[in-house]
């Protein structure tokens, strides 16, 4: 009996090292379009405008605008690509 149990702890390990494998690929997921997409075009300004405080309204709107979508869009992409090279080195 002494002898059984070890011998059956043996068969049970050897059993289990030479089952079938299944390796698990994990892909990471594309970006969707929307968040791939560049910053919309500024503003531009009337040719004819003889207004100075026109031009400022429009390049004000005009750093704003982009300056946001800049910090956005820079954001999401420093983001994805360090998740992206996070699942690339735990994947291998």
Known sequence: MKKIIPLLIL????GCAT???TNVV???PTAPQD??????????VDPNTEK?????NVVTANYSQYYECKVK???WIEWY???K??????TK
Not at 11 to 14: A, F, P, Q
Not at 52 to 56: E, R
């Open 11 to 14: 068969i049970s390990l050897v």
């Open 73 to 75: 869009v820079d954001a």
């Open 52 to 56: 100075l405080s026109d031009v400022l």
């Open 26 to 28: 994990m892909t990471f």
């Open 85 to 90: 090279s996070i699942n690339d080195t735990v």
């Open 35 to 44: 968040l791939t997409t560049t910053c919309p075009d500024l503003a531009t």
């Open 19 to 21: 089952g079938p494998k």
């Open 81 to 83: 690509n360090t998740q």
